[in-house]
């Protein structure tokens, strides 16, 4: 845990405007106007790779981290993409506790391994992409 309050333990928040970055360690918040970030890498020696709220607005996230069980417990996508696709660190399942998917946005989870879980998701808009023969349940008229 590179980037941790030990005193309060609590995530790193990261707010983004644009550029690249890459992390590997635990977040709180993730605020994202524009550019590249990835989170996780093929080397990653970390744990606890969760983060508590991603907002994406534009940009990619790369969602890639070397850890069974990441967590992204809620992802508000307001535009850009949220790909993880990635065949880094593919074997890895992954799981985002609530979505909201609007206009403009992407989620990409195709990683040909069909082990990401998306447990509650809000699609208001934009794009979902999934593996070939993934299982989807749905339940309309849900806020």
């Not at 590997?24 to 590249?36: A, E, K, P, R, S």
Request: with cysteine; net charge negative.
């Amino acid at each position: 845990k590179d980037c941790y309050d030990v005193v309060s333990t609590v995530g790193t928040n990261i707010y983004m405007q644009n550029g690249t970055v890459t992390c590997d360690t635990q977040l709180g918040i993730v605020n994202m106007q524009n550019g590249t970030f990835t989170y996780g890498d093929a080397d990653s020696a970390e744990t606890v790779l969760d983060i508590t709220l991603l907002n994406l607005w534009n940009g990619t996230f790369n969602w890639q981290p070397a850890e069974a069980a990441a967590t992204i417990t809620r992802a508000n996508l307001y535009g850009g993409t949220l790909d993880g696709s990635s065949t880094t660190n593919s074997a890895n399942g992954k799981v985002i506790t609530t979505t909201y998917l609007y206009s403009g946005a992407t989620l990409d989870i195709a990683n040909n391994r069909g082990n990401v879980t998306l447990t509650n998701l809000y699609r208001h808009g934009g794009s979902l992409i999934v593996d070939k023969g993934a299982k989807i349940a749905i339940t309309y008229n849900q806020p």
